[in-house]
């Protein structure tokens, strides 16, 4: 904040007060402009000065003044509000600043960097709320981090007068300040009494917590999920999901979100940053998980294959789409290049998984398969032949007759799946379907041996 001068923030509040002036001035300059027209002097005469007593209000001079005055008195500021609980709590807000690190699982207030500033009380006071949040320098830094921090580009900001400038900046101060020491709460704010010792009950040893609404991290929260689901390249991917034309785009959705509100009709009467939010607080479900099963591929150590249940249940969703293929009219062009990109799909995931193995697993893993057959050893295991006493593994892959091995328990696999899933057409998976499994496979697998040979060279 060394950077920031005095010019910095004049210009900063020149232009607040300038955009307030000419937001209030709208309805009456149209109301003069309609007075003009028509020659009515008395219209006139009433809307010109008018003009002249925004303009006075709207001045350094006055502004500030009311502003530290009487809006800094009629406002509570922080960032945990205790009309967040209940709306007719008269309890303190608390401005929260994390005193020591969180761990980096759990999310909280101290999760943000930093927190935007909320406020309740008067609504026709909530300007110095905007006021407050002005952004200063190149940085933006708040107008409030400055008057916290007590900053010396301050000085004849507020007036032209220092001395009582430094007064303005006194009641800002006193405004923003809360005291965590001496809060008060309030019969409707809820209590928790948390236990001090392991006799609390008899010692009567409990500290009174009283939990205030977080509205700062909700506003937040809100802010980052309304960004996410509408913006536009996010409805416009969705929009072109039905639209054959155009390339498709993957988009958001965010399920299970729940909507709470707050204030009723008048959320203003909550807080500022409630009222922005049309009262909306978003909700993320908190329902225990569900218990599923993984999709992690499992090869036990008695597996006579790679090519087993497992690996289907891994290429479930790639599957989904071929068996969509199957059941659809045949001899049609578009349905034949589906076809083609299932199947792509489904070598993807197989070749993606056994590169998993081939990279991850330690080397002269498959020593404790006994059962798995040798080219699939051969396969999926490539850096043992780069341990000792593993020359006759090295001459096995160098020969590379294992290759035909694998395509044919791959093709075999694939036509065995399809017979399963469809045992009305199963004679269809006939000689001509298991040739053209090999086929592809036969491709896939060449290139990848070529790509593992340049990696391991």
Known sequence: MEHINTADIQAAIRDFLKNRFDNKAQAVLKKLQAAESEGHSNDIEAAQQAINDLQHEHSLEVWVQD??????KQLKFGTHIAKGIHPDSKGDNISFQAASARP??????????????DANGNAAALPLAAFFDLPIGSDNIPLRTLIAA???????CFSADPERSDQYLQHFQAALRTDTDQAVTDERNK?????????????????????LHPSALVHEFYQ????????????????????????????LSITQLAVMQLGGSKPQNISRLTSAQRGKQYLLSSLPPKATQSRSFSLPKNAVSFFNASLRYYCRFAWRELKAVVDAPKSIMEV?????????????????????????WPAGWSRDYEHLSDAEKLWLDPRRELLEDEAAFLAAREAEDWCDEVIRAFAAWL??????????????????EFNEWYRLMKKQLHRDERLSERSMA
């Open 67 to 72: 502003a530290a005055l009487r809006m800094s």
């Open 104 to 117: 980096p699982y759990v999310v909280g207030s101290h999760t943000l960097t930093t927190l935007p500033l």
């Open 150 to 156: 007590n900053h010396s580009a301050l000085k004849t």
């Open 191 to 211: 209590q928790i009494l948390w236990p001090c010792s392991e006799q609390a009950i008899a010692e009567d040893a409990y500290t009174c917590l009283v939990p």
């Open 224 to 251: 980052r999920i309304n960004a996410l689901r509408y913006s536009e390249e996010n409805k416009q991917a969705r929009q072109n999901r039905s639209k054959k034309e155009v390339e498709q785009q993957p988009y």
């Open 336 to 360: 034949r290049d589906q076809r083609k990109e299932a199947l792509s799909m489904i070598l993807d995931e197989v070749f993606l998984l056994a590169q998993s193995l081939q990279n991850t």
């Open 415 to 432: 036509n065995d799946w399809l017979k399963k899933d469809f045992p009305h057409i199963a004679d269809d998976f006939a000689a001509p």
